[in-house]
Nanobody, 121 residues
Framework: QVQLVESGGGLVQPGGSLRLSCAASGNIVSIFVMGWYRQAPGKQRELVATITSSGRTNYADSVKGRFTISRDNAKNTVYLQMNSLNPDDTAVYYC???????????????WGQGTQVTVSS
């Protein structure tokens, strides 16, 4: 089994910063893609950022230059450093892994439970 647990969400003022963490647990052999998605009220879930096992990153245009995704393979953890936050960043942020091998089983698009990020003055 694989479990994804997010942490680091909360309330922050515009212009502030938050650092999200997502730890994957289980007998993990490899994870090809780790990433973050978000869903604002009344909107579809959208990609925020992804990072491959080789370190290749992809960002939504709306967060480029403000957010940084990174991963620590030794800890099976992905991070999202969010700077210069604005109210449009308010959403539930979900951790995602794709093409993982855990305990001899393939996992595609596994999701965490989500963590709330609220940007408000």
């Amino acid at each position: 089994q694989v479990q994804l647990v997010e942490s680091g969400g909360g309330l922050v003022q515009p212009g502030g910063s938050l650092r999200l963490s997502c730890a994957a647990s289980g007998n993990i052999v490899s994870i090809f893609v780790m990433g973050w998605y978000r869903q604002a009220p009344g909107k579809q879930r959208e990609l925020v950022a992804t990072i491959t096992s080789s370190g290749r990153t992809n960002y939504a245009d709306s967060v480029k230059g403000r957010f940084t995704i990174s991963r620590d393979n030794a800890k099976n953890t992905v991070y999202l450093q969010m700077n210069s936050l604005n109210p449009d960043d308010t959403a539930v942020y979900y951790c995602n892994i794709d093409r993982a091998i855990v305990g001899g089983i393939w996992y595609l698009n596994s999701w965490g439970q989500g963590t709330q990020v609220t940007v408000s003055s």
